[in-house]
């Protein structure tokens, strides 16, 4: 029973060693709603939609692309890259999920719908705060602007 015990403990001690190993190799993580990446669009196209949508259309799509800023209160929005310096606002369905803060830079995929709104004064102020923008900074926002957006109802963050 004793060499039964010790068999136990030793094969125990393996396979715990095999799931670590499992887990470490783990090469992505899901935010939201999983999904199946299927036709990933490129962000030049992707540009092209949004500066030809009107303000009411939106799109269903899926692109890849770099985070540029995220929400330093909860990770409730992030901003990410577009080509000619642009930016799209991202944010997540029903507010379901929220982005950790150290994914700054990472490239990720969206999945959900791209929009143009015209985003408010007080909405361009509340996002500058949260982003960590000085007074002086939130003070210069003065009028409404044109911005491109998404609702991602999953993100797909690869390691």
Not at 63 to 68: A, S
Not at 81 to 106: C, H, T
Not at 140 to 155: C, M
């Amino acid at each position: 029973m004793k060499g039964f015990n010790i068999l136990l403990v030793f094969l125990f001690g393996i396979f715990s060693c095999f799931g670590q190993q499992n887990d470490a190799n783990t090469s992505s993580k899901f935010y939201g709603e999983e999904f199946t990446v299927t036709t990933l669009s490129k962000k030049d196209e992707v540009m092209r939609q949004f500066a030809t949508m009107p303000i009411s259309d939106s799109l269903q799509l899926q692109f890849k692309t770099k985070v540029k800023e995220v929400c330093k209160v909860k990770g409730c929005w992030m901003t990410v890259e577009l080509p000619d310096g642009n930016q799209a606002m991202v944010r997540f369905k029903d507010y379901g999920f929220f982005m950790p803060a150290d994914i700054l830079e990472k490239e990720v995929v969206l999945n959900g719908k791209a929009f143009v709104e015209e985003m408010s004064v007080d909405d361009q102020r509340h996002y500058a705060k949260d982003g960590g923008k000085t007074a002086q900074e939130i003070a210069q926002i003065t009028s409404p602007k044109r911005t491109y957006s998404f609702e991602a109802s999953g993100v797909l963050v690869p390691n």
